[in-house]
């Protein structure tokens, strides 16, 4: 018999069916676990539900939605000041300023839903659109008007599950890609991934090593991140404020909270010269592949001490040492991370304005929305 999905929306963790976890297979970030991160930690501009899709009585499908105030945001980014930059701020804060996405605006990836072994794709995602023209409802009941709607992150592949009739109105798009390191079964330590560079990129990996001198790595435990709560959120927002676009800006308690909840599972690496925290990077081990997290850096020394390319080594040591398949570097900094030999992997997403007259033009709007990233891709292997 040819069963309805029907869906349920969730405000809060205690609310969700006992069994949910175990539908977190493909991915941590759907886990009970870090949708308390997010419940207890998420930006202050974020709203965030949790979906349940439902054959019958049973949970076959788990999905999460952010809904983003961008008119409470002090800054977009700062780095690039120029004209477009100011059109497309004007464009945010009267068009786009509340924005719902369907998945998870602080990570790369298909973050968006998992569903059970067997479940029937096509209809859960039909189900979802249902979940999403609620959630609009809910909001709308609220006094707060949807401007942009979005699924967000899909490879390829993912993406053509959504050529369905309710997404006929949608704008296909991409954005940076999503830069992934495989890590090659040949490798058994730090020294096999050098050996495998071309001469060039030895050399680099060398130069970076020698500028390191005289800096100290830290893993940090929660009572040392905690006691230094205040100099990590400097770090961090040091870094966020001067990236070229951002839509939200973490909470101070963000990276204790993971802590807390994660605890083994979430790394957290402070960088020192003697006792002064001078950056840091976080980790997530999700599964066999790692996926790399926030950071924060005093900008002056990470150029004197070439810091992030430096962090970037001691991610790829660290994942090959403990047997991870992969890492997910993410997006922005494309090119130094394609020169430690993240590859790019293009991402693909779903965007609808809510304004009938606005929405055929979304493929220009777009352009505005989101910052071009002109770069040069390397191959650092032999």
Same mark, same amino acid.
């Given at each position: 018999?040819?069963?309805?999905?029907?869906?349920?929306?969730?405000?809060?963790?205690?609310?969700?069916?006992?069994?949910?976890?175990?539908?977190?297979?493909?991915?941590?970030?759907?886990?009970?676990?870090?949708?308390?991160?997010?419940?207890?930690?998420?930006?202050?501009?974020?709203?965030?539900?949790?979906?349940?899709?439902?054959?019958?009585?049973?949970?076959?499908?788990?999905?999460?939605?952010?809904?983003?105030?961008?008119?409470?945001?002090?800054?977009?980014?700062?780095?690039?000041?120029?004209? %477009?930059?100011?059109?497309?701020?004007?464009?945010?804060?009267?068009?786009?300023?509340?924005?719902?996405?369907?998945?998870?605006?602080?990570?790369?990836?298909?973050?968006?839903?998992?569903?059970?072994?067997?479940?029937?794709?096509?209809?859960?995602?039909?189900?979802?659109?249902?979940?999403?023209?609620?959630?609009?409802?809910?909001?709308?009941?609220?006094?707060?008007?949807?401007?942009?709607?979005?699924?967000?992150?899909?490879?390829?592949?993912?993406?053509?599950?959504?050529?369905?009739?309710?997404?006929?109105?949608?704008?296909?798009?991409?954005?940076?890609?999503?830069?992934?390191?495989?890590?090659?079964?040949?490798?058994?330590?730090?020294?096999?991934?050098?050996?495998?560079?071309?001469?060039?990129?030895?050399?680099?990996? %060398?130069?970076?090593?020698?500028?390191?001198?005289?800096?100290?790595?830290?893993?940090?435990?929660?009572?040392?991140?905690?006691?230094?709560?205040?100099?990590?959120?400097?770090?961090?927002?040091?870094?966020? %404020?001067?990236?070229?676009?951002?839509?939200?800006?973490?909470?101070?308690?963000?990276?204790?909270?993971?802590?807390?909840?994660?605890?083994?599972?979430?790394?957290?690496?402070?960088?020192?010269?003697?006792?002064?925290?001078?950056?840091?990077?976080?980790?997530?081990?999700?599964?066999?592949?790692?996926?790399?997290?926030?950071?924060?850096?005093?900008?002056?020394?990470?150029?004197?001490?070439?810091?992030?390319?430096?962090?970037?080594?001691?991610?790829?040591?660290?994942?090959?040492?403990?047997?991870?398949?992969?890492?997910?570097?993410?997006?922005?900094?494309?090119?130094?991370?394609?020169?430690?030999?993240?590859?790019?992997?293009?991402?693909?997403?779903?965007?609808?304005?809510?304004?009938?007259?606005?929405?055929?033009?979304?493929?220009?709007?777009?352009?505005?929305?989101?910052?071009?990233?002109?770069?040069?891709?390397?191959?650092?292997?032999?």
């Amino acid at each position: 018999m040819n069963t309805a999905y029907s869906f349920k929306i969730y405000n809060s963790t205690t609310e969700l069916p006992s069994n949910w976890s175990d539908l977190a297979t493909s991915t941590i970030f759907l886990s009970l676990n870090y949708l308390q991160v997010l419940e207890q930690s998420s930006p202050s501009n974020m709203i965030c539900h949790f979906i349940g899709l439902f054959e019958n009585e049973n949970l076959i499908g788990i999905a999460v939605s952010q809904f983003l105030d961008l008119n409470k945001l002090e800054s977009f980014g700062e780095r690039d000041k120029c004209i %477009k930059t100011t059109v497309r701020n004007i464009v945010f804060r009267n068009f786009a300023s509340q924005v719902l996405v369907v998945g998870n605006n602080m990570l790369t990836g298909q973050n968006s839903y998992s569903l059970l072994e067997g479940t029937n794709e096509q209809k859960a995602v039909q189900t979802l659109h249902a979940a999403t023209v609620e959630l609009k409802k809910i909001f709308k009941s609220k006094g707060i008007t949807i401007h942009i709607t979005t699924y967000k992150d899909f490879s390829k592949e993912e993406i053509q599950k959504f050529s369905l009739p309710e997404f006929k109105n949608e704008y296909q798009f991409s954005t940076q890609p999503n830069m992934i390191f495989s890590i090659s079964e040949n490798w058994k330590s730090e020294q096999n991934y050098i050996d495998s560079l071309s001469k060039k990129y030895r050399d680099q990996y %060398k130069r970076a090593r020698k500028k390191a001198n005289g800096i100290e790595k830290r893993k940090l435990s929660l009572e040392e991140i905690i006691a230094r709560e205040d100099v990590i959120y400097n770090l961090y927002f040091h870094v966020a %404020k001067n990236a070229p676009f951002n839509t939200f800006f973490l909470p101070k308690n963000h990276f204790r909270v993971f802590k807390e909840i994660f605890q083994d599972k979430f790394l957290f690496y402070g960088y020192f010269i003697g006792d002064k925290l001078i950056g840091f990077n976080t980790l997530i081990k999700n599964g066999d592949i790692m996926d790399t997290y926030f950071l924060g850096y005093d900008d002056m020394i990470q150029r004197e001490h070439m810091l992030y390319l430096n962090m970037l080594y001691d991610m790829v040591a660290y994942s090959i040492n403990k047997n991870f398949n992969e890492i997910i570097f993410a997006r922005t900094a494309l090119e130094i991370k394609s020169s430690v030999g993240a590859k790019p992997v293009k991402m693909y997403g779903l965007i609808s304005h809510s304004n009938s007259l606005v929405n055929p033009y979304m493929s220009k709007i777009f352009k505005y929305l989101e910052p071009e990233s002109i770069w040069q891709e390397r191959n650092p292997f032999k």
